[in-house]
């Protein structure tokens, strides 16, 4: 069995949808499980509706954008009758009723409750559509899979209940050969009973849960790239094909910054050696990159992770005494505390500097915590460069012309923050 996956984007507009169609028709020999996350810029949308629930605004004119887009996307998919249809229909007046309702004082369970819905809505409107072309699926609530802990907007995932839950369709799926399952990103339900969400863009991790806990043969994830590059074509020019990296080496990028996929999304995989295939949408006869426990291709080209609207932040303990290990613990617990994430950190004897994305309200509130004892220096508007495999002449070709303020070397990576 294949897990395969479309984001956002590669549902955004009817054709696109069409396309979904085809790339399935195209292979219908092996079960396929296919994960799909809200429509387009849905996800965005359901959060202004959020917002403005929060703010007792008019959330009203903010989901009738979302009804309109999703009512059109069916109009233009010539869908008008069935089951499925029907249940999409009747998922848009319930949202509308249930949206109406005082809100319970608990707003990141608020916000999965309204923002969890995109995906509902995308999966029955694919799902009738798939049927009406006359494929064999079946729509899956992913809730009753993926189960989680009750923290809202970032829940965790619980895997034994997952397994258990899992079980149960893997049993079904074994029934039936020819039906292919469309199920969710993104969503997952709560030991409550409620609707949770894993984090933003998370539907590539759902994809490597479902993968995991199914035993599936690999993982597809349908971009609007043509696989993985060695560096974002928005910042860098003369861009090459991944065409097989590893796990360890994905993990790496995305830990660095590289936002092709999710981070989290690997180590599901690696536990059970299940390959991850990036492929492109737009053309299916591209191989795509590789992701699997092979590394014999990792170093072959210079990767490139580019990070703009940088601040580093530069703390003094206010009497110049040494920064020592209780000050390290101390600082530590007020990032933890502040929800910043440090992208680079070093440390000399009577400084700790520390680099984070251009947060204004985390940096204001972690300053305030910092300054009853530490002197804070900040610089913004920076850069933070990052090259795997680096070698001399890329690194001066990148770095000529600029203020380097901070620099960190290690055997297979450099790390630049630049001016
Ligand atoms: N629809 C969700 C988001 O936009 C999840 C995803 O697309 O992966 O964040
Ligand atoms: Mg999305």
């Not at 494929?135 to 189960?147: G, P, Q, S, Y």
């Not at 990103?185 to 998370?202: D, P």
């Not at 072959?300 to 209780?326: C, G």
Request: glycine share 6%; hydrophobic share 40%.
């Amino acid at each position: 069995m294949k897990v395969y996956k479309f984001g956002g984007a590669s549902v955004k507009d009817a054709a696109a949808v069409k396309n979904v169609a085809r790339i399935l028709e195209q292979d219908q020999k092996e079960k396929k499980v296919v994960v799909i996350s809200a429509m387009g810029k849905t996800t965005n949308m359901l959060e202004e509706v959020h917002l403005r629930r929060l703010e007792m605004g008019n959330w009203k004119d903010a989901f009738e954008k979302v009804a309109n887009y999703h009512n059109q996307m069916a109009e233009d998919l010539g869908l008008s009758e069935g089951a499925l249809f029907q249940d999409f229909q009747d998922l848009l007046v319930q949202m509308d009723t249930d949206f109406a309702k005082p809100l319970s004082g608990n707003t990141a369970l608020e916000y999965d409750r309204v923002v969890g819905q995109g995906e509902v809505l995308s999966t029955l409107l694919i799902s009738a559509y798939l049927e009406q072309v006359g494929l064999n699926v079946e729509w899956v609530d992913v809730r009753n899979v993926i189960k989680t802990n009750n923290e809202h907007r970032r829940a965790e995932v619980d895997w034994e209940r997952s397994q258990k839950a899992a079980d149960i369709l893997l049993a079904h799926l074994e029934e039936d050969t020819e039906r292919t399952i469309i199920t969710q990103g993104f969503i997952a339900q709560s030991k409550l009973g409620n609707t949770t969400t894993l984090g933003r863009e998370g539907s590539d991790f759902s994809a490597a849960i479902i993968a995991y806990l199914l035993n599936a043969g690999s993982v597809t994830i349908w971009k609007d790239v043509p696989g993985m590059l060695n560096a974002d074509p928005k910042w860098f020019n003369n861009t090459v094909e991944l065409p097989h990296i590893s796990y360890n080496e994905c993990i790496e990028l995305s830990y660095y910054g590289a936002s092709v996929i999710h981070p989290k999304t690997l180590k599901p995989l690696q536990n059970k050696n299940i390959p991850l295939y990036v492929k492109s949408f737009n053309d299916v006869s591209l191989k795509g990159t590789v992701i699997d426990a092979t590394s014999d291709y990792d170093t072959l080209v210079p990767m490139y992770i580019f990070k703009p609207n940088q601040v580093l932040l530069s703390i003094k303990s206010r009497d110049f005494s040494f920064i020592v290990e209780k000050n390290l613990s101390d600082i530590f617990d007020m990032i933890s505390e502040s929800g910043l994430r440090v992208n680079m950190m070093q440390n000399s004897a009577i400084s700790f500097s520390i680099v984070v994305d251009q947060d204004d309200s985390l940096i204001k509130g972690l300053r305030e915590m910092l300054q009853v004892a530490y002197e804070v220096k900040y610089n913004d508007g920076l850069d933070l460069l990052t090259i795997r495999h680096y070698d001399e002449a890329t690194v001066k070709s990148l770095t000529t012309g600029k203020e380097i303020l901070m620099e960190q070397r290690s055997r297979q990576t450099l790390r630049f923050v630049l001016r």
